[in-house]
């Protein structure tokens, strides 16, 4: 909760910086829509996941927008742990994940923005290739699935080349609610495209 009062504060002070600050640009940034494709590296609860991810959005004027995303599970992680005396293993897969998001714009030049984004998602994992060792032998082939929604928040920068084809990174922290417990650290490197 203190994370997502921290987030908030932060965005309501880099809103009210941003137009001071870009109205010393003197060159507009293109709004419209824009999508973007990219990978994303996922850390979570001793796991390091991966997945492939598209976004949508439309920037409304140099400094705000808003945007959806969803992706794909693509990397999966190996896990060992002791449940109640007995070892279990398997692996962890993100099997999608969905978000929207406000962002804020904070135009460098026609080619870079800085940028921050706040919003709220719902990610599902699937643990399969679960093995139980027990007295009578081990146990394999199991899985399972859960899911959660979180309140995320993130920081960003995009540098587009010819005014149109671009390339953004992002960290964004996924803090997860209703007996989700933890949250996510996403760092994320995709290709963007103005329309």
């Given at each position: 909760m203190?994370?997502?009062?921290?987030?908030a504060?932060?965005?309501?002070?880099?809103?009210?910086?941003?137009?001071?600050?870009?109205?010393?640009?003197?060159?507009?940034?293109?709004?419209?829509?824009?999508?973007?494709?990219?990978?994303?590296?996922i850390h979570?609860?001793?796991?390091?996941?991966?997945?492939?991810?598209?976004?949508?959005?439309?920037?409304?004027?140099n400094w705000l927008g808003v945007e959806g995303e969803l992706g794909g599970g693509v990397k999966s992680d190996n896990f060992s742990t002791t449940i109640g005396g007995v070892p279990v293993?398997?692996?962890?897969k993100l099997s999608d994940a969905e978000a929207g998001y406000v962002v804020g714009f904070l135009p460098l030049s026609p080619q870079w923005d800085v940028l921050g984004r706040i919003g709220y998602g719902h990610s599902k994992i699937k643990v399969e290739d679960v093995a139980v060792g027990g007295v009578a032998g081990p146990v394999s082939g199991?899985?399972?699935?859960?899911?959660?929604?979180?309140w995320n928040y993130g920081l960003g920068a995009q540098w587009h080349w010819d005014g149109v084809n671009g390339v953004r990174g992002d960290y964004t922290r996924e803090e997860f609610t209703h007996g989700a417990n933890g949250h996510a650290d996403v760092w994320s490197i995709a290709f963007d495209h103005r329309f």
């Open positions: 203190k994370s997502l009062m921290a987030a504060a932060s965005a309501a002070v880099f809103g009210a910086a941003v137009p001071g600050l870009a109205a010393a640009q003197t060159a507009a940034a293109p709004t419209g829509f824009y999508a973007n494709l990219g990978y994303a590296d979570t609860s001793g796991q390091n996941l991966g997945a492939i991810g598209g976004r949508l959005g439309y920037r409304f004027n293993t398997g692996k962890t199991l899985s399972a699935s859960g899911s959660g929604d979180s």
